[in-house]
């Protein structure tokens, strides 16, 4: 959504004719995931991609002729072996690809939920004479939109095909198949200290989908000059910039000071609260210490066996830049469940 957000907003504002192509359902090993989308104009101009390339050309095509006719339409491609090893796949799959002509009112409340990083859920019908209409709720079951010729009893069936869902995918409604399109809160990635590897950290790590902010008391390390597009930069201790920013689920946490004042502050606020990545940037002898004045300080064995370090997958790293790729390929790899071990 966000990767497509502004570029879209600019094509509403100069009035064009837009259509949005959404990935509605995969099988096997497809280019994108569920609810990946990309925009089209009249005039053929594209942001997005819903197939990593194999299949832009017919969607654009499809695109085109929705917004001429003015009607949704859902898309069946299949990807073979062969194109699929042109696209970067090990094998072959299958992919529904729903084109509709932009609602720009339910645009403008989906944008503003991604733009806030907040919860949404839109439910749309994809087949019959009801193909196209929807509803976007917002994460306590409120309706933020609802198409005007939404009925209530098909309103209601959508609610409740709702209910629950934390993915995107396809979902059925009063026998009817409906597309299911999860707009989440991006993860947070909590960086303490504004040192030199957390600059290109938070460059991958914003393009990566991620949410940055930046905990550093000196405020010559955390500036806006160093870190021009972060969320936020606190110039406080963690142990008062944490609760700041809220320690939940979707919160990852890079400590990279090597400064025991304001790394061992980090840990004690973040490990009790079992948020699902704490990494520590350090030595085998300087992480020995580290945990003697985390126990003297009253953490658990348990809480400390929590902590990464030293922080990232092994690929030999030694340039900020190459360091920074280790980080965040550990942060991916445990959001995806790919690498969940306690070390």
Known sequence: MLDILETVNRWLAEERSVALATVAKTWGSAPRREGSKMGVTAETAMIGSVSGGCVEGAVVEEALAGLRAGQPRLLKFGVADDMAWEV????GGRIEVFVEPLDSLWWEALAE??????????????????????????????????SPNLDAEMLDAL????????????????????????????????????????????????????????????????????????????????????????????????????????????????????????GVLSSGRTHRQRVARLKEAGLSDELIARIRTPIGIDIGASTPEEIAVCILAEIIAVRNGARDEVR
């Open 159 to 278: 609610k409740e095909a709702a209910a629950g869902r934390q993915k995107s995918g396809v979902a059925t409604a009063a026998g009817t198949r409906v597309m299911v399109d999860l707009q989440a809160e991006r993860p947070h990635l909590i960086l303490i200290g504004g040192v030199h590897v957390a600059i290109p950290l938070q460059r991958m790590a914003t393009l990566a989908g991620f949410r940055v902010s930046i905990v550093d008391p000196r405020a010559a390390f955390a500036s806006e000059a160093r870190f021009p597009a972060v969320a936020n930069i606190l110039h406080s201790y963690p142990d008062k910039a944490l609760p700041q920013l809220g320690l939940d689920r979707g919160a990852y946490l890079a400590v990279l000071t090597h400064d025991p004042k304001i790394d061992d502050k980090a840990l004690l606020t973040a490990l009790p609260a079992d948020i699902p990545y704490v």
């Open 88 to 91: 970067g796949l090990t094998c």
């Open 113 to 146: 939920l991604a733009l806030n990083d907040d919860f949404g859920l839109t439910m749309t019908i994809m087949e019959g004479e009801r193909i196209g209409e929807k509803v976007l709720l917002d994460a306590d079951g409120g309706i933020l939109y609802r």
